[in-house]
């Protein structure tokens, strides 16, 4: 077996060491492509036309190794790294576009899908008009290798409340998860039409996001009701079929509540349930003051829509100031566009993430509030056995099962969070990547409109 370590000889030893021991252990527990066959096709030689995609694995190995190690600042370790290319890591290297930072970004998601054996995606909505409703359906593709499929690819129809039933149903069956949220199902009559083109895909995207987000739990994507909702033709057959089935887990959770007040919650969960009352409320300032800017764009673009041709129509008046008239007509079309550009980004970009982690933040206040309202059953049970007057009385086997849940809905709890926190540092990078390389694309253009007038106008000054 040969080891091609001449391709990373300006890292540092331990990434060496790392990328010896998964290729030589053929173990491929990082989240990248496959360790066999990749390599050897990428290592041929000392100067291989791939050495960075090469270099690109050594430093998922390296990221990768220090997310599991507790490092959070590992881009500290990186930023004085030169890499075989003559570059810098990922995340250290100065800026020289918006839209190279952002193709960046995606590196990590690219690579990460050469070891997935799950990929669903929702698009194709179509609108159904019956004598009772009229509603839109969803195609829903998915592909797998995985045993709990007998076909490789799927392709079903849903609508929003077969969504709905999904996220109820693993509510019901993973009570100790934290479960994705679904985008608001209501909107105002009136304000927005839920049949229109533009709130028909931006809810296709928010469904596509929740599919993905179980797709890439390591639980909620072995769950028999996705399996179901993925794969069945008539999914009404198994919404009648489970109708009073809940899980064990799921209905002694269910029954807790309200039985028993907790006395202490534990610092570390006392810490999480603060942090998201604190997210939620900066996250809901932001929401409405960035509803309101978008608000005051679309009245600004209104304005500047009949600004705009105002000086076209004066320019049939002036003989002499007629083409620079034009032009400046034509600059403040080109400004209303670029606007327009921007408030729909905004619109269909940037107010449905923060929208969904609204949600998200909800739905763990209530994971949350179930392990509390376990932990209170436990110490009420264990206090009712410290009580009784034997000298040593024997822990009841409905105590040990209470700790048990106790303990599940800890390590579950603790393992979502972390999970949650590294998609949120992610989603929100790049969304104000995003939004910043939107905003400077606006400006270049206006920019770009208004000395575009320059020429005319010097070329009148001069004529004169």
Not at 304 to 316: D, F, I, K
Request: hydrophobic share 35%.
């Amino acid at each position: 077996m040969i080891w091609y370590s001449h391709l990373f000889k300006n890292f540092p030893q331990f990434v060496v060491d790392l990328l010896k021991e998964a290729y030589s252990t053929k173990l491929n527990k990082f989240p990248v492509f496959n360790i066999n066959d990749d390599l050897n096709d990428l290592c041929t030689s000392a100067v291989s036309p791939n050495t960075t995609k090469a270099t690109r694995y050594a430093l998922n190995v390296w990221r990768y190794w220090c997310m599991t190690n507790g490092l959070k600042d590992h881009t500290d370790i990186t930023k004085d790294l030169i890499l075989p290319n003559g570059g810098t890591p990922a995340g250290t290297a100065s800026p020289a576009s918006s839209s190279s930072l952002l193709n960046r970004l995606q590196l990590d998601d690219d690579m990460d899908g050469e070891t997935r054996d799950l990929f669903v995606t929702v698009d194709d909505p179509k609108k159904h008009v019956c004598t009772m409703e009229t509603y839109i359906t969803y195609r829903i593709t998915t592909k797998s290798t995985r045993v709990e499929f007998d076909l490789p690819e799927y392709s079903v129809r849903r609508r929003y409340q077969d969504f709905d039933w999904l996220r109820n149903k693993l509510e019901e069956s993973q009570p100790t998860h934290l479960i994705p949220p679904l985008p608001e199902k209501f909107v105002v009559k009136g304000v927005v039409d839920r049949f229109s083109e533009e709130f028909v895909e931006t809810r296709r995207k928010a469904l596509d996001k929740f599919l993905k987000r179980i797709t890439d739990h390591p639980v909620l994507s072995f769950n028999e009701h996705f399996n179901v909702f993925l794969t069945a033709k008539d999914l009404n057959a198994h919404k009648k079929q489970g109708m009073a089935l809940l899980t064990r887990v799921g209905e002694s959770v269910k029954h807790v509540a309200g039985g028993y007040k907790l006395r202490n919650r534990p610092l570390e969960f006392a810490a999480i349930g603060e942090y998201l009352d604190t997210f939620a409320l900066k996250l809901g300032t932001i929401d409405r003051i960035a509803q309101r800017i978008i608000k005051e764009e679309i009245e600004y673009l209104v304005e500047l829509r009949e600004y705009g041709p105002v000086y076209s129509t004066w320019s049939a008046l002036e003989a002499e100031l007629a083409e620079p008239l034009e032009g400046v007509s034509a600059c403040i079309g080109n400004c209303s566009t670029a606007l327009e550009e921007l408030t729909d980004d905004m619109t269909e970009d940037f107010l449905p993430v923060l929208r969904e982690y609204i949600l998200y933040s909800d739905s763990m206040k209530s994971v949350l509030k179930k392990r509390d309202q376990v932990q209170a059953e436990y110490e009420a049970k264990l206090e009712a056995v410290a009580l009784r007057k034997e000298e040593r009385p024997k822990v009841p086997a409905d105590v040990e099962k209470c700790q048990d849940r106790m303990e599940c809905f800890n390590a579950d709890l603790k393992a979502d969070m972390e999970r949650w926190q590294n998609n949120k540092r992610q989603d929100f990078r790049q969304l104000l990547m995003g939004m910043a390389d939107k905003n400077i694309q606006y400006y270049e253009k206006c920019l770009l409109a208004w000395e575009s007038i320059i020429p005319l106008l010097q070329e009148k000054q001069e004529a004169k």
